[in-house]
């Protein structure tokens, strides 16, 4: 009975040069420089053939496991990982973590074939790309710093859903600083903005969203009602430009940012067993420290143009200033109460003055006329009256109450 066995491509070529050289038609020199092979190797396969047939030039190693191949304890340690402790972890992340902690050695695109097979991974479709006109990064380190909030369950039900306010550096991808915050508030931008100029200085220019703590916004077609949010007022006292983007794409890179850190940042915090907004923040330094060492670049030009600024002058810039109007009592109203500016003489110059009201992050209140500060006291307060809130924080708190609620 005829035996019958299967050749490839590449098979079937070496069997063509064979008979080309076993019928004299070229020499074996010939062959081998067509096949890319030395003379003595062609030698080998040529006696293979005359000693086995065609049989002969088919690899011995064909239909056996590989010697490279991953040993099965390996491989079952790697599924025991992915199924339990790295568990929903993309395959890039889980790889890191199996070199850096399980101390195991293999490729990326092992760890990924073992997630399809374990049906973990599955390759996303991908989305009809929108055209937008590519913005060249900024030359210096401090240009350009993109800033942007992120309201999402970081802590995976260990602790309320909270939200992260981000800076990252326009030329270099580098993240400046995290935080974890109740709410994309004006207290919250002032904390991070103070914390951020007392570790870097002053930048040349914020990049943010048109979200109502950095933009006066008015719904009406044609209309732009004037003036300055106290985060815009501040940022102008200390001579930082703020540019308030059209789109998410516009800030893209730090829209990015928060696709990573809701994928990264949530599994180190369960890996660590993170549970608290506290905890959340002392960790976050050492998890910039190594992003940055992963995705951060080197800027155009190696000038940093971060502009020193002292405490005093961030102090005196990040605080509430109203402005009120005295009455025929000297009393302005302000946050709820009444407020009365004490003089030794009647003050009747005084009335209907103008008089603007600083209260700092720590809630002490300064009254200040002619830019001199008035001495004043409380004296009484006020029914309860309606806080104008922004959309991002009704939303939080709609979802804190629910989740309360379930509970």
């Not at 002032?190 to 008015?218: C, Q």
Request: aromatic share 8%; glycine share 6%.
């Amino acid at each position: 009975m005829e035996k019958k066995f299967n050749m490839t491509e590449k098979d079937l070529s070496l069997y063509n040069m064979v008979l080309q050289v076993t019928e004299k038609r070229i020499s074996q020199m010939k062959a081998s420089e067509l096949l890319g092979i030395s003379d003595r190797q062609f030698r080998r396969v040529l006696k293979c053939y005359r000693d086995h047939g065609p049989e002969g030039l088919i690899s011995k190693k064909r239909g056996k496991p590989s010697n490279s191949r991953l040993k099965g304890e390996i491989k079952n340690k790697i599924i025991e990982k992915l199924h339990t402790t790295y568990r929903e972890c993309g395959p890039t992340f889980a790889w890191e973590k199996l070199l850096k902690i399980e101390k195991i050695q293999v490729s990326l695109e092992t760890v990924r074939k073992i997630m399809i097979e374990e049906g973990l991974w599955e390759s996303r479709k991908r989305k009809r790309l929108k055209l937008h006109q590519r913005r060249n990064r900024r030359s210096h380190e401090g240009e350009l710093i993109q800033v942007d909030g992120s309201p999402h369950a970081w802590f995976e039900g260990r602790a309320p859903k909270c939200c992260l306010l981000g800076y990252i550096d326009d030329a270099t991808s580098k993240i400046k600083h995290l935080k974890f915050v109740a709410s994309e508030s004006v207290r919250s931008y002032f904390e991070t903005l103070s914390e951020y100029m007392n570790r870097h200085g002053k930048p040349m220019a914020y990049y943010t969203d048109r979200l109502s703590v950095f933009r006066v916004n008015n719904d009406k077609e044609g209309y732009r009602k004037p003036g300055l949010t106290q985060v815009g007022r501040a940022l102008k006292e200390l001579d930082v430009d703020l540019i308030c983007a059209n789109s998410p794409q516009a800030k893209g890179r730090v829209e990015r940012l928060f696709n990573t850190l809701q994928d990264r940042l949530v599994k180190e915090l369960r890996l660590r067993g993170i549970s608290s907004i506290e905890e959340g923040n002392q960790y976050l330094s050492e998890y910039i420290r190594e992003h940055n060492d992963s995705f951060g670049i080197k800027a155009e030009k190696p000038e940093d143009v971060h502009r020193v600024v002292s405490q005093e002058e961030i102090e005196k810039a990040f605080c509430y200033k109203e402005e009120r109007t005295l009455s025929k009592n000297l009393e302005i109203s302000y946050d709820g109460r009444i407020l009365q500016v004490q003089t030794k003489d009647p003050g009747y110059g005084m009335r209907g003055g103008k008089v603007i009201i600083e209260e700092n992050l720590k809630g002490t209140i300064r009254v200040v006329y002619q830019e001199k500060e008035m001495e004043w006291k409380e004296l009484l307060v006020k029914d309860h009256q309606g806080m104008v809130k922004n959309k991002k924080e009704i939303l939080l708190g709609n979802f804190t109450s629910m989740t309360g609620r379930i509970a």
